[in-house]
């Protein structure tokens, strides 16, 4: 059973520049959140897609942007990139009504802006 | 606004016991989890409290008090790959997103 994959796993882009990163949950979830983890700090909620609608959005600009797909898998979007979006970007996925309330990660893709 | 305060850093002798703390401050609470993060590496669920009391899932429990808005992780009989970053971190309600702390380096020497 595939846990949470996400694609690239490092990135390197430019200031100004847009970039596209992509997630497809375990097996069985049909829900997705991003987040974003600076160095040395705890991750930070993007977003959540739920039914290919974004459900939930932390305190982003709107700058990141999503989708999700009829398969469940997502992608997040970040335009005009800044040299402060350099960090891990981690997906998760879950299932509404699991009784645990756990979230599966990904390995994340790391993301440096130069 | 929403915080969970952990300890930055903790060192621990292999075969020991550690514990670690999480006070939240935060408007709601549906429950407390605990992950696992190797350098490199991604978020490992390891506990979920939502009532008071302890979980115990092998050499790690966790606790919650509510009334005190605190809980910690226990780890029990250390080894080396315990050696990791922790994070507390809080649901607001039922579907929301986690919230978390800051994480907590925990170094377990020889």
């Known amino acids: 059973d595939a846990g949470v994959t996400q694609s690239p796993t490092h990135l390197i882009k430019t200031r100004g520049q847009q970039v596209t990163l992509r997630c497809s949950p375990k097996?069985?979830?049909?829900?997705v959140s991003w987040y974003q983890q600076a160095l040395g700090q705890g991750p930070q909620f993007i977003f959540q897609?739920?039914?290919?609608?974004?459900?939930q959005r932390g305190n982003f600009p709107d700058r990141f942007s999503g989708h999700q797909f009829p398969n469940y898998s997502s992608e997040l979007n970040v335009n005009a990139l800044l040299l402060g979006d350099s960090a891990l970007y981690l997906c998760?996925?879950?299932?509404?009504?699991?009784?645990?309330?756990?979230?599966?990660f990904g390995p994340g893709t790391r993301l440096t802006v130069t | 606004g929403q915080s969970l305060e952990q300890p930055s850093e903790v060192t621990a002798v292999e075969g020991a016991i550690v514990q670690i703390n999480c006070t939240y401050q935060?408007?709601?609470?549906?429950?407390l989890s605990w992950y696992q993060q190797h350098d490199g590496g991604a978020p490992t669920f390891l506990s979920y409290?939502?009532?008071?009391g302890l979980e115990e899932t092998g050499r790690f429990s966790s606790f919650l008090s509510r009334s005190d808005s605190y809980g910690y992780l226990l780890l029990q009989e250390l080894q080396m790959k315990d050696s990791a970053s922790y994070f507390c971190?809080?649901?607001?309600?039922?579907?929301?997103?986690?919230?978390f702390g800051k994480g907590t380096r925990l170094s377990v020497i020889a």
């Open positions: 935060t408007s709601g609470f549906y429950g």
């Open positions: 998760a996925s879950s299932r509404p009504g699991a009784p645990s309330n756990e979230q599966y």
């Open positions: 409290n939502a009532l008071d």
């Open positions: 971190a809080v649901y607001l309600s039922g579907n929301t997103p986690l919230v």
């Open positions: 897609y739920y039914e290919e609608e974004e459900r």
């Open positions: 097996s069985g979830h049909d829900t």
